[in-house]
């Protein structure tokens, strides 16, 4: 059997949202030993610069980068993990991230897309925000506290995903960079210049490919 046959299934619901909240640990789990951690690339290098391609081969290929940037995540103790983050020009992200309900959602999709939100949804949050392609810098940004994507899971299928909070800023900070933006590109340019000041003067807890 192939690797996608044998992965473990995630259904969605009446609606079409992907079923993410159960079984969490396991999937998880099998992910990340069936995958080889990677470093992660940092600002400057260009493949996060850059709109990524479109995933259009849903294979076992597709399947073992999904089981590498599980591997890759966890490595680096994050909560989402964009393709590009690890050097790879498509557009998946996967993500093992808490909601403000603390909900555990764990995940992947492919070819995402924001969809748009009615006004009485446009509840800005401005929390903290982080990357690991930007190790050790924090800053404020303001972003919806709610948010939907929709694009394909790894075999294909249309699905959507939903989230608020902490999750619902995943969501979006993830399917930035598959666009070639990371979240200091949002930042005005004194609070980009700051958070690039606290990346210059911290250390990265994990593996980073160097910018040559």
């Known amino acids: 059997m192939s ?4 992965d ?11 079923v993410d909240t159960e079984d969490c640990e396991a999937r998880e789990t099998a992910h990340r030993e069936r995958g080889t951690s990677r470093p ?48 790879v020009d498509l557009k998946v992200f996967v993500y093992d991230c808490m909601d403000d309900d603390g909900v555990r959602h764990v995940g992947a999709i492919c070819n995402p897309v924001l969809e748009d939100l009615a006004p009485e949804q446009r509840n800005l949050d401005d929390s903290n925000e982080g990357c690991l ?18 694009g394909k899971d790894a075999r ?20 930035d960079h598959l666009y ?16 690039l000041k606290q990346m210059a003067e911290g250390t990265p807890r994990y593996p980073v490919v160097a910018n040559d």
């Open 8 to 18: 473990e299934q995630v259904g969605v619901d009446d609606e079409g949202f992907l």
């Open 3 to 6: 690797q996608q046959e044998t």
């Open 133 to 150: 392609s930007v190790p050790t810098a924090y800053a404020s940004l303001a972003r919806p506290d709610y948010a939907v994507v929709r």
């Open 180 to 195: 070639g933006y990371l979240y200091i590109d949002r930042l005005s340019k004194r609070d980009r210049k700051d958070a």
């Open 156 to 175: 294909g299928n249309d699905v959507r995903v939903r989230g608020n909070g902490y999750f619902a800023r995943c969501l979006q900070h993830e399917t």
């Open 40 to 87: 992660i690339t940092v600002v400057g290098n260009p493949v996060l610069h850059k709109e990524c391609k479109d995933v259009t081969a849903f294979d076992d290929e597709l399947a073992r980068l999904i089981d590498d940037m599980f591997a890759s995540q966890r490595t680096a103790e994050g909560v989402g993990l964009a393709a590009n983050q690890i050097g």
